[in-house]
């Protein structure tokens, strides 16, 4: 049986890309020569990944910094604090740390999407684009304001990294004649978001030595409304308690 081979996300930045983003910061470079950048980089990761028999692409994240700093510009609430230390190789305390200053969101997301539009417009093998999790992005900010504590600052995170993308008004299609668009996503797409993360829940869990009470469907030979009515006790035992601690 053949396995399906792919990569953690990033892939080795080029020496030109370096001297392009330092342009970048000093603002040398205008929007088509940003275009070209981005595009040019990404073709780069892509076309190395194919040559080398990868299975699923990723995008390269050849224009991210340091995998997560880049976000940070994304993220309403938060400001900027002087790096701790500024000679060697970069590490976790050579990345500026942010200070969270009020309630956060990203208006215009993470990038990600449009990160992966791009990779998408340049390979027809299947792809993907990585995301890091809450609990990473938490590393480097520091509480002001805003929140009483981290595990608050981490649920808005939560919501911000699983973002759908489905536009607000929810329908995509739209018909011609019709005054607007129909077929709803947001359903869909979050269940299959929400389904994801069950699964990846369980494999911890799994992991760990634990086995949740798991809800069944009453017509499956052997599940019945009581068992599942036991389940529901189970899991509310469990989510009292975790407000308690909140």
């Known amino acids: 049986m053949k396995l399906t081979t792919s990569t953690v996300g990033s892939h080795g930045l080029p020496g030109w890309v370096w ?20 595009e040019d980089a990404t073709q780069a990761a892509l076309l190395d990944q194919e040559r080398a028999g990868v299975d699923v692409l990723t995008t390269g994240e050849m224009m ?11 993220i309403a609430g938060i400001r900027a604090l002087p790096a701790p230390r500024r000679l060697g190789q970069p590490l ?19 990038g990600i999407v449009d990160e992966w539009k791009l990779a998408r417009s340049l390979t027809t093998k299947p792809l993907k684009a990585t995301v890091p999790g809450p609990y990473t992005l938490v590393v480097p900010l520091k509480l002001a304001g805003g929140y009483r504590d981290k595990d608050t600052l981490v649920s808005d995170l939560v919501d911000i990294v699983i973002d759908t993308g489905v536009p607000i008004e929810d329908a995509l299609i739209q018909l011609e004649g019709f005054e607007r668009p129909v077929g709803g996503a947001s359903t869909i797409v ?10 990846h829940t369980a494999v911890e869990l799994q992991n760990r030595g634990i086995t949740p009470p798991i809800f069944v469907s009453p017509t499956v030979p052997g599940a019945s409304v009581q068992s599942n009515d036991e389940v529901f006790a189970a899991h509310r035992k469990r989510l009292m308690t975790a407000a308690a601690r909140v």
């Open 64 to 74: 991210r910094v340091r995998f997560i700093i880049g976000f940070y510009d994304r």
């Open 190 to 199: 979050a269940c299959a978001a929400v389904s994801q993360i069950m699964v």
């Open 92 to 110: 976790w305390d050579t990345n500026t740390p942010c200070e969270v200053v009020d309630k956060i969101s990203a208006p215009h997301g993470l």
């Open 19 to 38: 001297l392009a983003r330092e342009a970048l910061e000093q603002n040398r470079l205008g929007a088509i020569d940003v275009r070209e950048l981005m």
